[in-house]
C-alpha cells in the first residue's frame, strides 16, 4: 500500500519556464513534508520542507504547496534551469515514530 | 565533516551469501534509515531506528536484519542474499523529531547473481 505517491514518472520542461511536480498522500497523520532532489549516482539532497501547519513555503525558485483537505503536495520551480535535471522524490513523515516515507519519484528533465 | 558514510560502494554477491551493508553518521542524529532504491519504485523503507537501542520494520523488512550499534551506526544484513535483493541501498539519518530533514549517504550499489 503505497502511502505517498508520485503519479507522474517523468516531466519536460522548457528552461525558464515553470516546473511542477505533484505528490498525494494517503495518511492523514503525515505531519512533515520534504522534497529531495537525486542525481544519477549519488545520494538524495534535501531541497524544501512544509510543515502540515502551513499551506505554502518558498526558498528561491523553489515553492511548494499544501493542501491538506486533498491530501496533495506539488513542487514549484520557476524559472526551470538545465540543472534542475534530476529525479525529484516526496517524503511525508510520521509523528512520534520519525518515520519518513518517500514517493516513486519523477524525473524531471528541462531543456534548452 | 563526513555526514553519512556508506561502506561498500559496491558489491557483488552470490545467491545464499550474507552480507553486512555498514553506515556511520557524525552528526550525532537520533534517527537512521536504510531504504532501497529500484526502477519504478522509488525509494523504499528497510527499517529504521528513533533511537539507539531501538529498530522498527519500514515497508520492506522481509530478507533484512539491522542492528543500531550505538548512535553513530546502523548496519543492514542480508543473511541469505537473493537477486530480488539486487538494489541500490542508502541510508540516512536524521536529528529526531524535529521537522529536519534526513541526510542521505553516497548509496551502496549491490548486485546479486
Known amino acids: 500500500d503505497q502511502q505517498v505517491k508520485q503519479n507522474s514518472p517523468s516531466l519536460s520542461v522548457q528552461e525558464g519556464r515553470i516546473s511542477i511536480l505533484n505528490c498525494d498522500y494517503t495518511?492523514?497523520?503525515?505531519?512533515?513534508f520534504l522534497w529531495y532532489k537525486k542525481y544519477p549516482a549519488e545520494g538524495p539532497t534535501f531541497l524544501i520542507s512544509?510543515?502540515?501547519?502551513?499551506d505554502k513555503n518558498e526558498d528561491g525558485r523553489f515553492t511548494v504547496f499544501l493542501n491538506k483537505s486533498a491530501k496533495h503536495l506539488s513542487l514549484h520551480i520557476v524559472p526551470s534551469q538545465p540543472g534542475d535535471s534530476a529525479v525529484y522524490f516526496c517524503?511525508?513523515?510520521?509523528?512520534?515514530?520519525?518515520?519518513?516515507?518517500f514517493g516513486t519519484g519523477t524525473r524531471l528533465q528541462v531543456f534548452p | 565533516n563526513a555526514g553519512v558514510t556508506q561502506t561498500p560502494k559496491f558489491q557483488v554477491l552470490k545467491t545464499g551469501q550474507s552480507m553486512t551493508l555498514q553506515c556511520a553518521q557524525d552528526?550525532?542524529?537520533?534517527?537512521m534509515y536504510w531504504y532501497r532504491q529500484d526502477p519504478g519504485m522509488g525509494l523504499r523503507l528497510i527499517y529504521y531506528?528513533?533511537?539507539?537501542?531501538?529498530?522498527d520494520k519500514g515497508e520492506v523488512p522481509n530478507g533484512y536484519n539491522v542492528s543500531r550499534l550505538n548512535k553513530r551506526e546502523f548496519s543492514l544484513r542480508l543473511e541469505s542474499a537473493a537477486p530480488s535483493q539486487t538494489s541500490v541501498y542508502f541510508c540516512?539519518?536524521?536529528?529526531?523529531?524535529?521537522?529536519?530533514?534526513?541526510?542521505f549517504g553516497q548509496g551502496t550499489r549491490l548486485t546479486v547473481v
Open positions: 540516512a539519518s536524521k536529528q529526531g523529531t524535529q521537522n529536519t530533514e534526513a541526510f
Open positions: 495518511n492523514s497523520m503525515f505531519d512533515y
Open positions: 512544509i510543515s502540515s501547519i502551513k
Open positions: 517524503a511525508a513523515r510520521r509523528p512520534t515514530t520519525d518515520k519518513l516515507i
Open positions: 552528526m550525532n542524529h537520533n534517527s
Open positions: 531506528s528513533a533511537s539507539e537501542g531501538t529498530t
